[in-house]
């Protein structure tokens, strides 16, 4: 009886947990909020084990990593949404315990019931180890594992351990083999690889601040690579025990930017996609979204079709041609050296000249003047100091860091803009003989990126 009466506890509170959810979830749409993690919150505040009771979608995936996850995540559930399939996804970025507890009251009925034919998390990889567990998911797809903001997430292979420990041991992992920060996960799991080959641009001494991974995991000598793209990424071997990257299923052997094509090896045939963006970290994303379509069983067709109708989300990269200027918001995530050494690149690898904002003022932690700003010294600014950056424009609280940072790259003292206020500043940047404008901003300063790109393209137009 005492059994009994425990078990009935449980739901009753897990009914009541969905209920008052799922009445704060409407509330708070009904008054124009984003309603991502308080349901989640409340839900878990009453039911703790709120996880565990949750019916499930046929379909759970789960999406984590260190770059790239919301990208991949929201593509993902874009992707199903058009191929038919009732989803629902964390998408407003809501990753950690109680946005994934909000993403399953939203599948649910207030009466308990599965409405939706799958669901998408996007997880954080350090709650991974709470959410994981929890929503078991069927998929888990890393995009990578790189070092990031090191008071948060520590070191990569902290967070290799986590996901590590805490993936459940049935799930089928879609994996990077280009990363081996992130392709030696759960071992004894079923496993399916992406890859990008050689490219005409890669090479084997990449120069970059940061190299995570360098030392063969087995032998722990040192690796070599047959092609590196960046930092660690690449095919790797060892010479002395005969380690090398894991073999992909699927490999991106030409990106043909000028055609919009994307070169697939896919069970041993070559298949052409609509390409979604010729940066190659993009790249990355689309390709691992596509080898989740084939091991879901979409056909090669449908696939291309899907591929045809969905692209990026504009809050990580959008452009705009201005009077023949062009203007391009970029992400650069905040406090991460190498999401933003990557952005440095797409920057230096564009043709003509060009003016570089910097918006990466930490907004959460700028308030309270703790931003730890030891990254920016992880972070190749030396992309920067490219002739044809004309001016490089670091703006707000922090843009004296970035300029001594900027000076120690070597970008000459007469092109560096700095300027605490972000919007007065725009009003005097000097626009002159300037083909093309990059807003660069993490991932709390995009509201304000916004604001600087309307105030540079009112400029722009009155030219």
Known sequence: HIEKGVFKMKYIRFYLALFIAKCCYYGLRMFGKRASQHPGWLALGICPNFFELAPKAKLCIAVTGTNGKTTVANLLTDALQESGLKVVSNREGANVDCGCATNIVNSLTFFGKV?????????????SRVTLPGICPDYLVVTDLFRDSLKRNAHPDYIFNIINTYCPNHTH???????????LLKPNNKHTYFAVGKQEEDQNAYESLVMDHSICPNCHSQLKYQYRHYHHIGKTYCTKCGYESPCPDALVEKIDAQNGQLYVNLHG?????PLMSDILFNVYN????ITLLDVLGFEVAKIQNIFAKIHIPDSRLNQIDVNGTKVIQAMSKGQSCV???RTFDLVASKEGNKLVILVLDDAYDRKNSIEYWGWIYDTDYERLAKDNIKIVAPLGPRCYDHEVRLLLAGVPQDRIYAKSKELEAIDTLPLEEIDSIFILYDTSTYHLSCEVKEKIIKRLEAK
């Open 115 to 127: 409405k939706v034919d799958a669901t998408v998390f996007e997880v954080d990889e350090r709650f």
């Open 173 to 183: 992992l879609i994996l990077n083999a280009d990363d081996l920060g992130s392709n």
């Open 269 to 273: 045939n070559q298949v052409a996609f």
């Open 286 to 289: 689309q390709i691992a979204i």
């Open 339 to 341: 999401s933003s050494s």
